[in-house]
């Protein structure tokens, strides 16, 4: 098998998130208990494994192709996407009002990690149908739902999200794709975009792609910019499909790695018979995108711990398999047992494990957030999910990029050669810390909008938060050291924050050390999250000694291999001088 | 212009070593100046730029191909090889007594990072010959000597070493290909070695692969390996090539880079009449072979180098053409003004500067080690040179791998499209840190045998280097600062190195932290130099302010944002813990 989920993880981590949120307080989220999370889990991990898992070298190896401006998706997609949306897995937490499961994030998120570890590039639909529904749903005018919403639930339809033009990659204010209004209350589109997630396809029946264009009016900037849905065929009043609307593949990406998903180059209008629908109001696409943009840094975090799990479970495999060299007294040895071995595992295992608990109190989060009805309350939640997003998405998917490097030193040699599947994991990880936002732009926004804006706010909750959970941890005697020294981190965090706030700062300066910045706040929620997880585990621990003790050894094991270097990336936010502003390149 | 020579630094960087080493003092030196070396690297460079640089992508694309037992090199490659060893660029550092030019390795090193930048692929080879030659000239009778060497030397033939066996990479000592003495004194050789550069290819007419085997009466291990002279075609007693040598390779590797330089699967014997002539004495195999690694191992180290360079200058260019992002009061910039794009560009170009600066260093070491009289500076020298060998090798090759993820970064989307070509670079780069012995066994070979072994001496040694030019550098007003700090991290290391020497050191917790310490000294190996630059940037300022005003910021650049994280791994090393043992996997 060359994947299965880390269910005891899963279990264990979803537990410590609907804790930690208190979700057992929202009646709203009584048809769900935990022992039913389970039951979906160990379902979600049949199909992950059987089905999706099998698909993913090929995938690669055999990757799109693009003929007749057709996408031809890689042997066996379509039916696993046939499979997929017939047992219900892409409705699972998208609206029962459109014929979804409505299941609480703190379920799908799991979930979406197994799909995501076992096929990334198949599984990217999910997420795009996941934010198109949100937006429908938020923007669109009843017509517009009526007609659209449940064919994307059912997965009739996929959506694709048309923003990147040639030119405008990061800055979309940039954007020059027209949007002309017609008589009947329509718009003519035309222009051309690039990069476009499963833009074209042969699995789906029909395609809605959510255009960002121009109207001719627009004021210039990204306050120019509307939404529209504009599907491959168009969609009649009573919601059945007419002529071909004039939306053309012009070609698709060779990429480093996810070549199992087609990346588009579109061409809308080419004949001027391409008709969008208005979403929401002119103008105000943006506003629309953001929230797509939120959910999809989310699920973008989250694929930095499905990689991550994938390259540890791999090289755990083969460490166990591999013999090579010998310990004295013990003559030739599975690699496993070279400590130098062990302790890449380890980094793998113990910077993974905090991820995913990191995620999946976020998704606990947001079900807060949705069944509270304390509306102080759901703002605050909202700010530290707000604040919790770049960190989540930047640092998780840079930690899964060094996680796949240190999966292919395991294998050694082999690690290269790639029908061992393991560099695929490599190559696949790579785009993760570039799209949905590269890691300066997540480090820029957790820097400027999530604590500089608010002066610190919403940072200072969090810190309490993770001082409370400390404490707690102190009081165990096994524990103390480590909350002792997690502290004295949270002291060095605290004097950061006041460099960062302070009406002297240099901008420049700050900018240029702001990924260091977020690094360091990743591997502050990494440690934050493993003590946690170690205090409960500490508590648990006569239930089963070997999986709570190991829980207790990732956290040390972190403590002392990780979490010096994300202490040295404070110092460095400390000591930022002006070397980036005078150097002359 | 894909790739020019960083022709200021090599210049710059050359001199630096020339001194530090005294080299004025060899007259057998004499031969070379400095204005001469110059004149060289700015041949080497033309070449690289014109000649082979711009083979480097047709390599990645098309690769190597196997048909009927040959393997045909991408086009162009043939064409270059001639060229190559015609122009005398083969013979350059290679024994004047053979037909090379005999060139002093410090000015041979810039000459190879410019090959390795170019094109890695394309110029495996040399190195090759480079090892092969050594190994010839040291351990071989004359007769061998003089059929093989001067053939080698020309390029007529290549040399491919066959070490590696699918039970035996890291762990010769399992070895199983046979060697059987016969009456005229050769060896019939029988058995499959997989691995092997350039064990196959279609560029000269010979290749000589040197291969480990085991006679029969041999003693098990690695104590019981001896080396041969095993050529594609037999070599008669006046030195012309004879019948077909039963060599046959059975497959190329589908490897994750480097796809213009093949990796073969050899079976040699298949039919009984594979020959090969015995070097040196029967199982002295391991002695021979370890020259070549540590040779192998410090071309590897420079790899690391001259793809950090590539990365680097790939990215500073596209950062200068790359239109995206405003800034408040200038409008649309070229993504070089962010200052985040600068940060990773300095991050880049200070690590890449600063392992430069030690490569020629170690390259002028060897210099003075084989043109010194002194039996007792030899041997000190030695030792310097075999400490810095596994820190070189390791560090240098695991830099590169985070030089070419941040030149991706800065490519954003495009980056991950392989047209671009940054994506090949870190492709390349993923093998440096595996083959010639991974960081894992560099860390280890640091650990004990360059450090535990002499109980620290030689490290000692380095050590007092360091604070020398420590204590220069702290003369000048504008470095005092730095100076102070990197004694600081000096009397950290030194607390390490008690730790690691102390008798109650547990040796699996010591193996734990290898690597960690190994990056340690690696960053702090770094740090030496670039403040040993910095010194000498500021005596030369007038000359060249803005040059060496530059010099000086990326020693306080590096001090800032890479130094602390190294300086965190020694914490590692000194809190080296148990949890490696005791973590149930």
Redesign the interface.
């Known amino acids: 098998m060359s994947y299965l989920a880390p269910y005891r993880d899963m279990q264990s981590l979803m537990r410590q998130a609907h804790q930690a949120l208190g979700l057992s307080q929202f009646s709203s989220l009584d048809d769900y208990d935990l022992d039913l999370a389970d039951a979906i889990i160990d379902e979600a991990n049949k199909f992950a494994s059987q089905v999706l898992a099998p698909l993913n070298q090929v995938g690669d190896t055999v990757g799109c192709r693009l003929e007749d401006g057709q996408v031809l998706t890689p042997p066996g997609w379509k039916e696993a996407y046939q499979q997929f949306c017939e047992a219900g897995w892409l409705g699972l937490a998208l609206p029962e009002e459109y014929g979804g499961q409505g299941l609480p994030k703190y379920i799908a998120q799991p979930v979406n990690e197994m799909w995501q570890s076992s096929n990334l590039a198949f599984v990217m639909f999910a997420a795009l149908a996941q934010g198109g529904t949100e937006i429908l749903q938020k923007f669109a005018n009843d017509d517009i739902k009526d007609r659209y919403l449940s064919r994307i639930v059912s997965g009739e339809w996929t959506v694709a999200m048309a923003l ?1 033009e040639p ?5 979309l ?2 954007l020059t794709t027209k949007a002309l209004r017609q008589s009947d209350g329509t718009y003519q589109i035309k222009g051309q975009k690039i ?1 476009i997630t499963y833009g074209e396809h042969d699995m789906a029946e029909n395609i809605v792609h959510l255009v960002l264009a121009r109207t001719p009016d627009a004021p210039s900037g990204s306050r120019g910019l509307s939404l529209f849905a504009v599907p491959k065929y168009r969609v009649q009043d009573d919601g059945q499909l007419s002529e071909f609307n004039d939306i053309r593949c012009t070609g698709i ?5 996810l070549h199992g998903s087609p990346t588009c180059s579109i061409s809308y209008g080419d004949k001027d018979a391409c008709i969008g629908e208005l979403i929401g109001e002119e103008n105000q696409g943006l506003k629309a995108m953001f929230i797509l943009m939120n959910e999809a840094r989310l699920s973008c975090g989250l694929q930095g711990v499905a990689l991550g799990e994938l390259a540890f479970q791999k090289s ?1 495999t083969y ?2 398999e591999r ?4 310990i004295a007294g013990q003559g ?1 040895v599975a690699i ?1 047992e ?9 980094d793998m295992r113990s910077q993974t494990y905090a991820l995913r608990a990191l995620g999946y109190r976020i998704a606990a989060m947001i079900d807060a957030k949705e069944n509270s009805d304390d509306h102080q309350h759901v703002s605050r939640v909202a700010q530290q999910i707000a604040l919790l997003t770049p960190i989540f998405k930047g640092f998780a998917t840079e930690q899964a ?1 060094l996680t796949a ?1 240190s999966a ?2 395991v294998f ?2 082999m ?5 061992t599947g393991i ?1 695929q994991v ?2 696949d990880a ?2 993760t ?3 949905e936002g ?3 732009i997540q ?2 926004d957790l820097l400027h909008r999530k604590v500089r804006l608010d002066q610190g706010a919403a940072l200072d909750e969090l810190l309490a938060s993770m001082r409370t959970d400390a404490s707690l941890a102190q009081s165990n005697a096994d524990l103390g050291l480590l909350a002792e020294r997690f502290e004295g981190v949270l002291n060095t965090l605290e004097k950061v924050q006041r460099h960062i706030l302070s009406d002297q700062a240099d901008i ?2 700050l ?6 910045y977020l690094m360091a706040l990743g591997g502050i929620c990494s440690a934050w999250q493993l003590l946690t997880s170690a205090y409960r585990a500490a508590e648990q621990q006569d239930q089963d000694k ?1 999986y709570f ?2 829980v207790m ?2 956290a ?2 972190y403590f ?2 990780q979490l ?2 994300f ?3 404070l ?2 936010v400390l ?3 002006s ?7």
């Open positions: 990147t030119n405008a990659g990061s800055d204010g940039v990069y990406e060779h990429k480093t790695g755990l460490a166990h013999v090579q060299g010998s030739r496993i070279h400590p130098d071995v062990r302790r890449m595992l380890l990029n490097g292919i030193q050694g040699g690690g290269f050669v790639e029908e560099a490599m190559r790579r785009i810390t570039i799209y590269t890691t300066g480090a820029k420049t300066e900018d240029a050390v702001a990924v260091p070997e003790g190991n050894l990732l040390s094991f002392n291999n010096p270097k202490e040295a990336s110092h460095t000591q930022s001088g070397e980036v502003s005078q150097y002359r390149f």
